[in-house]
């Protein structure tokens, strides 16, 4: 068993910058890769970035590309989602997601196990 829990959402003007935190506790963390993944009102869970069990392969959507940074720091089990140059595209509830099985990072919501319980993330224009 895994459990997420995110933080660092709130409301923020377009430009401006967040970083979200995942902290992760059960079963070893630096073990599986993690991912952030967000979701509107209406829409599809949408990939939004993967870092593997070393934090040394990431792939980001191309829609945040350039912008925003996943790392991860196995001694705190935690997983970060640094956003910068947010845009009001950027609104929605952002989750992180553990992939407990295979060591390679994914794109694909349904390959990833546990989930958070999400964090808003506002942007105004």
């Known amino acids: 068993q895994v459990q997420l829990v995110e933080s660092g959402g709130g409301l923020v003007q377009a430009g401006g910058s967040l970083r979200l935190s995942c902290a992760a506790s059960?079963?070893?963390?630096?073990?599986?890769?993690m991912g952030w993944f967000r979701r509107t009102p209406g829409k599809e869970r949408e990939f939004v970035a993967t870092?593997?069990?070393?934090?040394?392969?990431?792939h980001y959507a191309e829609s945040v590309k350039g912008r925003f940074t996943i790392s991860r720091d196995n001694s705190k089990n935690t997983v970060y989602l640094q956003m910068n140059g947010l845009k009001p595209e950027d609104t929605a509830v952002y989750y992180c997601?553990?992939?407990?099985?295979?060591?390679?990072?994914?794109?694909?919501?349904?390959?990833?196990?546990?989930w958070g319980q999400g964090t808003q993330v506002t942007v105004s224009s």
């Open positions: 870092i593997n069990w070393t934090g040394g392969i990431t």
């Open positions: 997601a553990a992939k407990i099985s295979g060591s390679s990072a994914s794109t694909g919501p349904y390959d990833y196990h546990y």
């Open positions: 059960g079963r070893a963390f630096s073990t599986y890769p």
